[in-house]
């Protein structure tokens, strides 16, 4: 099976069930998780109490659902601005376009080390593998993905990459590449880390970063970040390489300023990220750093196709990562289980939609219990819960072509009362010869799943 | 929650949805709420020709199968009286889901109209003031099901009509707002993933030393009973409609 | 007005772990100086801003035995980033804006302002001449982008010391950028022209 446009990792093994079923039993990945996620539903509350959130979502809503309405405007005026700004923007269609043109760029520098914050879109398109297939050297610096570089692990978390990971294991990773040992003190492993990564700002020839936000009217770029590490790709090497989804656009400074406002609140429960850097084209005459070249590549990959259609809000996603934290699947397996770069709830309806109707993550729309909690975390209000039903009717996984067929089985025997009469029937029926004190252990055929981890109450009420 | 577009309280006269896990599985449920409903005055009709309201199919993303059985509800429950579901699922499918199961149908009108006049019991009993008239000793603790929380919005009216149980403790359990894990085709989907998540709320409920569990969803109730009953948490459980038939 | 807004900035720079204080014209350099000493740090890289001069702040801290460099320093970045030379610097920047309402101060690159100084450094120091405090984001942002003039190659928006939630989710400092903030808001403007 392929898709069209992979986005799922290639490497990773075992079908979802599967992961799902190892991850929910390893109780030290349960452990790091759900500390996680209750530290982000502390500081969602606060910002729930300290501002007036669901006004401000209903107005990120609007700024988000007219930006993807009027985006192929909006685009043609962002790329007359940077260009103006003297930057370079390259429109890719697909991902594999956009590492294409990335590797020429460094190619053409004679580059040898590319320096990498954090980016969604370069780990969708795959990027790294694409550079260093070209002989480069690569180097994340954000925190969570050096760890998970270093690991050789796919990040679990939009914004926390390395959440399902506790200090014990970030501290043993280290010391294996630095070769000496590395104190478990969170404070000694940041400062551990800074020291190692230093080096790597110094001497990069290609700085790569994601793009959070595009600001259409001057053709800013938006990287937002709490490390400095994204300022550092950004500003010191000759060359700085951008990449964006195409619908990570706004058209001015007043929605900017607002979704910049909404960004941190949803995503780590703080009014403010400690930075963002507001990037308008190359170092300018007289400018002592900032790159010599800007590259903006804006990548389509599959969503252009998304407008238009009853998936068009998936579009709208700032990519704040709330919805993972608050849905109770993502925190029993983590994001690794979804092997994409998008999971939960958002990567479950996303992720199959970017790689066409052949999708190897075809099933992970089903990877939910439809319990609604992303809806309410969603700061733009996408209608997640619907979402995920429409992508379960779009894409039709060939694991569950069984499933399809008892259903139409089911759809003709529940549409008259006859049918319906006689289901009840051997329901009756069933429970009766199968119970025990109340109680059926095991169930056949298709109820074997559920009595592979509950009983059955034979009568109801249970006694 | 105080007023529900489309019903009016003159009259009262309405349907009763028996659900088809409650036929299947548990008709005590169905039959104790139509018993509620009777001693609060109301006349309940419940068609003979009612299945079920299609949900199961539409939630796996096979809206062609769901349609033809939505559309004998849609058939079952014509008429002008409010229909009563003793499921915040079910509701939740007709109020939320059939509008976009039947557009650009020909029952896209009367899908429409029905979801106007859909509502889950406890919400019909509270919005219209109706007093439980039942008699309860000890102390249960609430569930709260995902899409009579979520999705209908409703919080507030199983614990009013709670309230209104004399003699009866409400003890409210550590997260309650989160999933049971049950969620259709999850349960047996990803059935390790929905079995932890149901032992979750099984031991919170447990800790809550409540003498049972209530909730006016059937499925979360199988779900969270079976699981505890596995993994040895001792719970008793039943619907809201049984505890107020008494 | 400017009085609570200052208190508001430094209020909300607290939360995420910087610190600031609001002090007079006259008294900024030394305020400042004391600062710089209070950190240990042992080289400036100063923003070479006209305000800034005249508050007299380099010979405070030539006289405290600091190295100072103006911007541009003409070095390369390794010695930038504290891996050649001393390793305990401090980058002062002076901010064309400042949101209070959420504590974010607005830095602007320009040939006298590097984009790098206050992440590069170990330690960052902003002034901030108190009129150009403004209560939101927006505010701030229309300061910069709202008048119609050319964008600033880079604005960096401030709003704390560098800090990373990788590790278990437990917000940590310094990790790649400076290892504290401290804001020193300068009331009545300095007695210098106000750019």
Not at chain 2, 124 to 134: I, K, N, R, T, V
Not at chain 3, 115 to 134: F, G, T, Y
């Amino acid at each position: 099976m392929s898709a069209d446009r992979p986005v799922s990792y290639p490497d990773v093994a075992g079908t979802l069930r599967q992961r799902t079923r190892e991850a929910v039993a390893d109780a030290e990945l349960v452990g790091n998780l759900r500390a996680s996620a209750d530290a982000w539903a502390a500081g969602r509350t606060r910002m729930e109490e300290q501002h007036a959130f669901a006004a401000m979502r209903e107005r990120a809503r609007q700024i988000r659902t007219d930006a993807v309405g009027r985006l192929p405007e909006l685009l043609r005026r962002l790329e007359s601005e940077v260009r103006a700004a003297g930057g370079h923007v390259y429109f890719a269609a697909d991902g594999a376009a956009a590492c294409a043109y990335v590797v020429e760029v460094a190619l053409a520098r004679g580059a040898r080390l590319v320096a990498k914050s954090k980016s969604m879109a370069t780990e969708e398109i795959k990027l790294n593998e694409a550079l260093e297939e070209a002989g480069l050297r690569v180097v994340e610096t954000d925190l969570g993905e050096w760890i998970l570089q270093l690991a050789g692990q796919h990040p679990s978390h939009i914004i926390a990459p390395a959440v399902h990971l506790n200090r014990g294991q970030v501290a043993d990773l280290f010391a294996a590449e630095s070769g000496r040992p590395v104190p478990r003190e969170r404070e000694a492993l940041v400062a551990h880390a800074r020291g190692r990564l230093r080096e790597v700002f110094a001497s990069a020839d290609i700085g790569v970063s994601g793009v959070n936000l595009a600001v259409a009217e001057t053709g800013t770029l938006c990287v937002v970040e709490n490390e400095g590490n994204c300022r550092l790709v950004t500003a010191l090497p000759p060359v700085h390489v951008a990449v964006m989804g195409m619908e990570r656009i706004v058209a001015g400074w007043d929605e900017a300023a607002h979704l910049l406002e909404v960004l941190p609140m949803a995503a780590i429960g703080d009014d403010a990220a400690t930075y963002v850097n507001l990037i308008t084209g190359p170092r300018r005459a007289g400018e002592q750093d900032g790159p010599e070249e800007l590259h903006l590549v804006i990548l389509d990959g599959g969503r252009s196709a998304l407008r238009g259609t009853e998936f068009e809000e998936v579009l709208n996603c700032i990519r704040c990562g709330a919805c993972l934290y608050s849905c109770p699947v993502w925190r029993s397996v983590g994001g690794q289980a979804y092997a994409s770069p998008y999971s939960g709830p958002i990567g479950a309806v996303l992720t199959p939609l970017l790689e066409g109707p052949t999708s190897p993550s075809a099933e992970l729309p089903f990877l939910s219990s439809l319990c609604g909690s992303c809806d309410d975390a969603c700061p733009v209000g996408i209608p997640l819960h619907d979402l995920l039903v429409r992508a379960r009717a779009r894409v039709r996984p060939p694991q569950r072509r069984r499933e399809r067929a008892a259903f139409r089985v089911w759809s003709h025997l529940w549409r008259g009362r006859v049918g319906y009469w006689a289901s009840r029937v051997a329901a009756r029926v069933g429970l009766r010869l199968l119970g025990r004190r109340g109680w059926v252990h095991r169930l056949p055929g298709p109820g074997a799943a559920w009595t592979s981890q509950r009983d059955l109450p034979s009568r109801w009420p249970p006694t | 929650m105080s007023h529900i577009p489309g019903i009016h309280s003159a009259g009262m006269r309405a349907f009763l949805m028996r659900t088809c896990l409650a036929d299947h599985l548990a008709p005590s449920v169905a039959r104790a709420a139509a018993e509620v409903l009777r001693r609060a005055g109301v006349q309940v009709r419940v068609p003979a020709g009612q299945t079920c309201c299609g949900q199961p199919a539409w939630s796996i993303g096979l809206p062609d199968e769901a349609r033809p059985v939505a559309r004998r509800a849609l058939r079952a429950f014509a008429g002008p009286e409010p229909v009563v579901v003793p499921s915040g699922s079910c509701a939740a499918m007709v109020r939320h889901g059939y509008p976009e199961l039947f557009r650009g149908t020909p029952d896209e009108p009367q899908a429409v109209e029905m979801a106007q006049r859909t509502v889950e019991l406890s919400q019909f009993m509270h919005s219209h003031g109706l007093e439980p008239q039942a008699v309860a000793g000890g102390s249960v603790t609430y569930h709260d099901s995902c899409h009579m929380l979520r999705i209908l919005g409703e919080r507030d009216s199983p614990r009013a009509v709670l309230a209104g149980v004399e003699g009866l403790e409400l003890r409210e359990m550590e997260a309650t707002e989160v999933c049971c894990g049950f969620g259709g085709s999850f349960s047996v989907g990803f059935p390790e993933v929905s079995g932890k998540l149901g032992e979750d709320k099984a031991r919170h409920a447990a800790a809550t030393g409540a003498d049972e569990l209530i909730a006016c969803d059937l499925s979360c109730l199988l779900h969270i009973t079976g699981r505890a009953r596995r993994t040895g948490i001792p719970l008793r459980a039943r619907h809201l409609a049984e505890l107020l038939a008494g | 007005m400017a009085a609570d807004l200052a208190a508001e900035l430094i209020a909300a720079l607290e939360r995420r772990r910087g610190s600031g204080a609001a002090v007079a014209a006259e008294r900024a350099a030394a305020e400042a100086a004391a600062h710089v000493a209070g950190v240990g740090a042992e080289r400036a890289v100063l923003a070479d801003d006209a305000w800034l001069r005249g508050l007299g702040l380099a010979e405070a801290l030539s006289d405290g035995g600091v190295e100072v460099l103006w911007w541009p320093t003409g070095h390369d970045v390794r010695e930038l980033l504290g891996l050649d030379g001393p390793e305990a610097t401090v980058g002062i920047t002076v901010p064309v804006a400042a949101a209070a309402e959420r504590g974010t101060l607005v830095l602007a690159a320009g040939a006298g302002h590097g984009r790098a100084i206050d992440v590069a450094s170990m330690h960052h120091l902003a002034l901030l001449p108190a009129e150009r405090l403004v209560r939101s984001l927006a505010a701030a942002l229309d300061t910069v982008y709202g008048r119609g003039g050319v964008a600033p190659s880079a604005v960096s928006l401030v709003s704390g010391p560098s800090r990373t939630s990788d590790i278990e989710k437990i917000s940590t400092l310094g990790a790649h950028g400076a290892l504290d903030l401290h804001v020193i808001v300068v009331e009545r403007g300095g007695g210098s022209e106000d750019p």
